[in-house]
């Protein structure tokens, strides 16, 4: 994303969805007039706490609460693929921006691994609500550039990116007994023999897949940039 942005200059910067302020923190110390902006209470708290400087705004997709054109930069970051409308949501992204707009969405995503596990366990997966047919798109660079048109914006060029993430087993353990994510939600719903399958199938496929003292999990990402060019 920055190496899209180029230098800030004199532009500011919002940043939708943003969480602890992680990435916000990020672009402030990049030189970019950031305003974070993210609806969970929580977290605005723990961004106060870790990144002082920034004062996070409460606001959600799709009615940001920002005239229109009032940023640079929109950056939604792993955030349109948690809002019920997808389109609706990346309109009102345009609609803040005088600028550019980008916006990431997993093309692959960690829950391979834990399809493998429950199986494994012989348990049914875990299957989160989904989008009706009219809001969903192809989880895909294109079927996201795809989706990103049919909103409303600009030009938009979506790249894929690649990676691994070396995790450790003992925290990817904690975020399932902490109810993160998909895995987290089936644990917390399994009675105690259930849990007792589902643990020795984590521990299997760990020990199977790690190397040294990690998990390499295989990740992709689209990130698209969208301008009015």
């Given at each position: 994303m920055r190496d899209?942005?180029?230098t800030p200059g004199d532009r500011n910067l919002l940043d939708v969805g943003a969480g602890d302020g992680t990435l916000a923190e990020t672009w402030s110390v990049g030189g970019w007039d950031v305003t974070a902006c993210e609806p969970e209470a929580s977290m605005r708290a723990v961004s106060r706490r870790r990144h002082p400087a920034i004062e996070p705004v409460d606001g959600a997709l799709p009615d940001l609460p920002f005239a229109d054109g009032t940023f640079d930069v929109v950056v939604a970051n792993f955030v349109l693929n948690h809002v019920a409308s997808p389109r609706e949501s990346a309109a009102e992204l345009r609609r803040v921006s005088r600028g550019?707009?980008?916006?990431?969405?997993?093309t692959l995503s960690p829950s391979w691994l834990w399809a493998e596990i429950t199986g494994r366990a012989g348990l049914k997966p875990f299957a989160g609500a989904r989008l009706p047919a009219a809001e969903d798109f192809e989880r895909t660079p294109e079927g996201f550039a795809r989706m990103l048109r049919e909103a409303g914006l600009g030009h938009v060029a979506v790249a894929e990116h690649e990676w691994a993430?070396?995790?450790r087993p003992e925290a990817l353990w904690?975020?399932?007994e902490g109810g993160v994510a998909g895995a987290g939600a089936l644990y917390a719903g399994l009675d105690a023999g259930d849990r007792r399958r589902f643990r020795a199938a984590f521990d299997f496929v760990v020990e199977q897949r790690r190397r040294g003292g990690v998990l390499p999990l295989e990740h992709r990402a689209a990130i698209a940039v969208a301008t009015d060019a």
């Open positions: 899209a942005l180029g550019i707009v980008i916006a990431t969405t997993w993430w070396n995790a904690a975020s399932v």
